[in-house]
């Protein structure tokens, strides 16, 4: 049958979207958060309510547009047994379960965040503009990294690599142990270094700073360099996650959107606590590992789609089972 939203047909559809994202980021940076401050937890707790009732909102609206659209559309209802309201009632839950799997690999980039900015010794008052400018470096690659998997995705054979790929991560993420973060074996950062020297300490919130007829880098350009270098690696992962969701590139790219455009408001709430979900590691393995199963297994096994509810049943139960478990079994600090 094709995709549901052609992109020849709904080009106007990214690009209103796209602009919705552009002006709702106009006024996070330049209105709510023009002045750099600390993010309390109160402001986190509002912000990643808004988010994800912006992303819920988002998600009733694409399942009425879409019960609409579908029955609206000679391509579609010219084929035998197509029920528009079921299709946009699938389109729905894949948008909802997208966005979950999205949101709950974003837990994964918070750890390495705090990492991150606890290594480089950045002040609460400046980890919002990094974040911030990082995400809009995460969009764009997210776009890219969402065009080439759509393309490649329509060779079958790709399906069964991006699902092995996939097992075998959530596999090597159950067994592999945590790494610090070693800025200075970091290619991009070695790269960065060698066109400009590194401040030895935060210079407000500036990113450059010319000192002495010479350009030098603050440690906030660090904290970009290595933030926009997690989220590709984890990009890697989660791209070909929800392409195991849902074949709809549209829904793949407006799920990955609202769930990056809360990630700062989640890591302000969650960068004090997330030590205390150290099971969820091993719940967002088991994700990897079913979503791969369900590219080079699953799908086939039910006539070439694994029904869309049981999915999402599956995936919110591995995670919120992590979460309830690390928190019944705190991890054990070592003595002394």
Do not use: C
Request: hydrophobic share 60%; glycine share 6%; charged share 15%.
């Amino acid at each position: 049958m094709g995709t549901l939203f052609p992109f020849s047909e709904y080009w106007w559809f990214y690009l209103a979207f796209t602009g919705f994202v552009l002006v709702l980021l106009a006024l996070d940076l330049g209105v709510f958060h023009r002045k750099a401050h600390a993010v309390t937890n109160k402001e986190a707790v509002t912000w990643s309510i808004i988010w994800i009732a912006l992303a819920l909102a988002f998600n009733f609206f694409i399942y009425k547009y879409s019960a609409f659209a579908f029955a609206e559309n000679p391509r579609l209802m010219a084929i035998p047994g197509f029920d528009a309201e079921q299709a946009a009632r699938a389109v729905g839950l894949e948008f909802l379960t997208g966005f979950i799997v999205e949101k709950s690999l974003a837990v994964d980039n918070i750890f390495v965040f705090v990492l991150i900015f606890n290594y480089l010794a950045i002040p609460l008052a400046y980890q919002h503009r990094v974040l911030f400018y990082g995400i809009i470096g995460a969009l764009i690659f997210r776009a890219i990294f969402i065009a080439m998997g759509s393309v490649l995705l329509e060779y079958h054979i790709v399906v069964y690599i991006f699902g092995a790929f996939l097992i075998l991560t959530g596999i090597k993420m159950m067994f592999t142990p945590d790494k610090g973060i070693e800025p200075d074996k970091n290619p991009l950062v070695r790269l960065l270094r060698r066109f400009f020297p590194i401040t030895p300490t935060v210079e407000g919130e500036k990113f450059f700073l010319k000192k002495d007829l010479r350009w030098y880098a603050t440690p906030l350009m660090v904290a970009l360099v290595l933030v926009e270098f997690s989220d590709i690696i984890f990009a890697v992962d989660s791209v070909p996650a929800i392409f195991a969701i849902t074949k709809e590139p549209l829904i793949v790219f407006t799920s990955n959107v609202f769930a990056i455009l809360g990630l700062r408001a989640l890591y302000f709430l969650l960068a004090n606590i997330v030590n205390r979900f150290h099971l969820l590691k091993f719940g967002l393995a088991l994700v990897l590992i079913f979503v791969g199963l369900k590219m080079v297994w699953l799908n086939n096994a039910f006539d070439g789609k694994f029904p869309i509810s049981w999915s999402l049943g599956i995936i919110v139960g591995i995670i919120a089972i992590s979460v309830i478990l690390s928190w019944k079994f705190p991890k054990k600090e070592p003595a002394g």
